[in-house]
C-alpha cells in the first residue's frame, strides 16, 4: 500500500438527503488484488451504513433530558442570513457602523452576516448578557459585560440571535441610548413575537418563530447545541 488515494466520489441521495459524500481510500498502486479489493468494497458499505445511522440521528438531539427534532435547515437559515447582509449593505453603506453582536448566542449569526457585509468603516465589537436559564425567561438581567468602545455619535447594529422576551433588547438599547449613540439598529435572526413582554422594534428580523423553545444555530438548551448548524425544536 503507499501514499496515492483513490478516491470515490458517489452521489447517495435515498440515504444522505441532497449532500454528497466522498469517500478517500488507500490506493494500491500494485496490480489488481482480488482480496484487497474486496475488503475496500465491505469498508465502503459499513462507511455508507454508518453515514445513514449519523444522518438519521441528526434529525432528532438529545441534550440534558430533552429531546429536539430538526425544524429549520441550515440553508434556509444561510440565505434568510444572505438577504439580512445583502439589505444592510444597501441601507447602512454611507454610515461607519459598529457591530454589537450579544453573546453568547449570537456568536455564530454573527460570523455568517458579517462575512457578507461589505461596507468599508465596519466594526465589530461583542457584549455579554444574559436572562436565561433552562427553557424559560428566567426573568433577571445580568450585568453588561465587554463594552468598551466609545459609543457617542456612532451608528451601532446589534446583533442577537433570538428575542424572546425582550426583555435583553430593551435592557441594552436603554444603555446604548445613555452611552449617546447617535442610531441603534436591531437585527434579529430569531423572533418570538408571541413571547414578547416588552415592545421592540426589529430593523431587520430573519425567522418569525412561534413561542417554542428552539436550539441551534447558537442557541443553547443549558450550554449544550449551540455548534448545531440547524435549528431544532423542543419535542412536546
Ligand atoms: P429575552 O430577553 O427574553 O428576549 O431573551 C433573550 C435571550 O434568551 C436570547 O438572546 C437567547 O440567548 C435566549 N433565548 C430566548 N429564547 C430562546 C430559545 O428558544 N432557545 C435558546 N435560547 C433562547
Ligand atoms: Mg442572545
Redesign the pocket.
Known sequence: MDSFYNIFNGKLDQISGHNIWVIILPACKSKYNPVLHRIYDLKILLLLDKIKHDRLNMNNLILHDKEFRLFIESSKIDDVICKMANSMNEDLKDTAPLFLS?L???FMFTADLIKQITIPKTEISFVKI???TG?S?SGSIQELIGLEENLEGRTVVIL??????????THLLEYLHAKGVQKVVVASLFY?PK?ALYQVDIDYCGIVLEN????GRG???NGLGRNCPDLYILNA
Open positions: 450579544v453568547n448566542g449570537s444574559a436572562s436565561y427553557t425567561s442577537e440571535d433570538i428575542i424572546d422576551s425582550g426583555r435583553s433588547m418570538k413571547a417554542d423553545f428552539v436550539v442557541l443553547d438548551y
